[in-house]
């Protein structure tokens, strides 16, 4: 295929290769990929028809030679979807959400690293370098996985367990950074420098603006399908506003270039205005936006829950999005995390579909901006929804899956700026705060389903020990909450890991639900007689009678 790469700054045009990072010419990092597009509007004309719907059947857009479909998992062709009970409720009837929930990993992000690792692999190239606030290491992770590309994957050490878990499950790297999301870019790309290394740039990564803006071609062929094609005449219809919720601004980025491409070829008469909206607490580009500056101020200490979106520098995103909006309509909007919360409760009731919160901001300044008038009842809206709710699990990867960096700076700064909420957010998702459940039995299978039900009902830190000797030492050291204990284990059976709690003062009160399979004597009951919370017979686990009782006994 034939593409090339022509400087944003200087217009100097080279070969793509996936390692040259800068314009030769005047050393900018911010590029952008060029085609032919006379053929590709040629070969779109004639082959789209036949193609299946995914990524790869817009490739003569596309920075690669060819599709490789042995690293082929589905990306991109995500439905677009009318959102007929939230549009009745608000009164906006044409309300369309791109429902990137559907992809490999369940975020947008999947298109960015099924291209850039498609590319990878194409260069030879065995090894990469990306920080991330969670869902790009995640994706990269699937695709790098398949490719067999090792992936280092720096986060901040707020990004969610889960998620930092999953990446792990794909055997990446894991490093997380005690910092902020700014910082840990920043050593990202020491790291990558220092070992010569394939480092992804978000927004200055031709192969990851490169795969957003499929979104784009998406959205205009999906449009034409569902409404038929529109009255100007021109071939695909495009709505009047593409919303999402922006973090560092890459999506919005690419999916205006794929709209600009489309134009170019003439294969649609309108670009739709775009509409970022951040987080309030992380709300760098509103800011500048709402002042009217060519620069965004970054914001040093972000103040979200929203992890995803905790970008604070955006850099030159926002001014390549805010020409964007001056030429074409659009602004910034930000929300804060309870707009977002409720929003995300909303669009689960209304349309059935679950956003994690980092989406649920698109959904909250969407109801904000119509309420605004900025977006007009009759207006054509479409939203970009993900949400990762996948939980990996953590006993396949066992521990010491991930290591630490702490910054030292960063760490006397939180210090010092203790009001900022920092250290609060902190010590409100460690752990700690959490229940404390401490699960003893010898039955793997058992312990999962405890864990499952446990963890379908909120937040809870569970211990896990397969033996009577064992679960006594984990109770003695972490002193739980809760024991969810068996009777019939080897080493040492429940009835002598009761004695042995009893016997201590530091264990006696700890309440404990027996869990058994077994038929307990006359003389076993009343052996429990006082000792025990709760009995529950095994194989009855499901019944909420369970979850009732824990609940009980946490309070
Ligand atoms: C990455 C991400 C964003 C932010 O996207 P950018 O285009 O990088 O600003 C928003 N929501 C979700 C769910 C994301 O994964
Ligand atoms: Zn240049």
Not at 328 to 341: K, L, M, P, Q, W
Request: net charge negative; glycine share 8%.
């Amino acid at each position: 295929m034939s593409f090339r790469i022509r400087c944003l700054d200087c217009g100097h045009e080279t070969p793509y290769h996936p390692l040259t990072i800068n314009c030769p010419q005047c050393k900018s990092q911010w590029r952008e990929a060029l085609y032919d597009y006379d053929q590709a509007a040629a070969a779109f004309t004639q082959e789209l028809p036949q193609r299946r719907f995914d990524l790869w059947r817009y490739r003569e857009v596309l920075p690669i030679q060819k599709p490789n479909y042995d690293l082929y998992m589905g990306e991109g062709g995500t439905p677009l979807i009318r959102a007929i009970n939230m549009g009745m409720m608000l009164g906006c009837p044409n309300i369309y959400i791109k429902d990137e929930r559907q992809g490999p990993t369940a975020s947008f992000k999947d298109r960015q690293a099924a291209l850039t690792i498609a590319a990878l692999k194409e260069a030879g190239i065995t090894e990469l370098v990306a920080a991330s606030t969670g869902n790009v290491a995640i994706s990269y992770s699937a695709y790098a996985a398949r490719a067999g590309i090792k992936l280092w994957a720096f986060v901040t050490s707020l990004v969610p367990a889960v998620k930092m878990r999953e990446i792990a499950l794909y055997g990446s790297q894991v490093v997380k950074v005690t910092g902020s999301y700014d910082q840990v870019k920043q050593i990202a790309a020491e790291f990558a420098q220092q070992r010569g290394l394939y480092h992804d740039m978000g927004t200055r990564t031709i192969t990851s603006v490169e795969g957003m803006k499929t979104i784009a071609y998406e959205i205009a062929e999906q449009l034409t399908e569902q409404l038929g094609k529109p009255e100007d005449g021109s071939r695909w219809r495009t709505p009047d506003w593409y919303i999402q919720s922006v973090s560092g601004g890459l999506g919005p980025v690419g999916v205006a270039k794929g709209f600009r491409e489309m134009k170019d070829m003439g294969f649609i008469s309108k670009i739709p205005g775009t509409i970022a909206v951040q987080a309030h607490g992380c709300a760098p580009m509103v800011h500048a936006w709402k002042e009217d500056k060519e620069q965004a101020a970054p914001v040093q200490n972000p103040k979200t829950h929203i992890e995803t979106l905790a970008t604070g520098t955006p850099g030159r995103s926002y001014g390549l999005l805010r020409r964007e909006m001056k030429t074409h309509g659009g602004v910034f909007e930000s929300v804060t995390d309870e707009e977002a919360y409720r929003a995300m409760h909303v669009l689960a009731k209304m349309e059935g579909i679950s956003a994690e919160p980092a989406s649920a901001v698109a959904f909250a300044g969407l109801f904000k901006l119509i309420r605004a008038g900025i977006i007009k009842n009759t207006d054509l809206v479409v939203v970009n929804c993900t949400g990762h709710t996948m939980p990996a699990e953590p006993l396949v990867l066992g521990s010491g899956w991930a290591r630490n960096v702490v910054l030292p700076q960063q760490q006397e700064a939180q210090e010092k700026t203790e009001e900022e909420g920092l250290l609060a957010a902190l010590s409100r998702v460690a752990p700690d705060r959490f229940p404390r459940v401490a699960i003893i039995d010898d039955t793997l299978d058992a312990r999962r389903l405890v864990r499952r039900i446990l963890q379908s009902q909120g937040e809870f830190t569970i211990f896990e020990a397969s033996n009577g000797r064992e679960g006594l030492e984990i109770v003695q050291r972490e002193l739980p909450d809760l024991i969810i204990l068996d009777l019939m284990m080897p080493e040492m059976d429940g009835f002598a890991v009761l004695d042995a709690l009893k016997a201590s003062p530091n264990t006696a009160e700890i309440p404990v639900i027996v869990s058994t399979a077994k038929e307990l004597t006359g003389e076993e009951k009343s052996r429990l007689q006082g000792q025990i919370q709760a009995l529950m017979q095994k194989g009855d686990f499901m019944s909420d009678d369970f979850l009732e009782e824990v609940k009980t006994l946490l309070k």
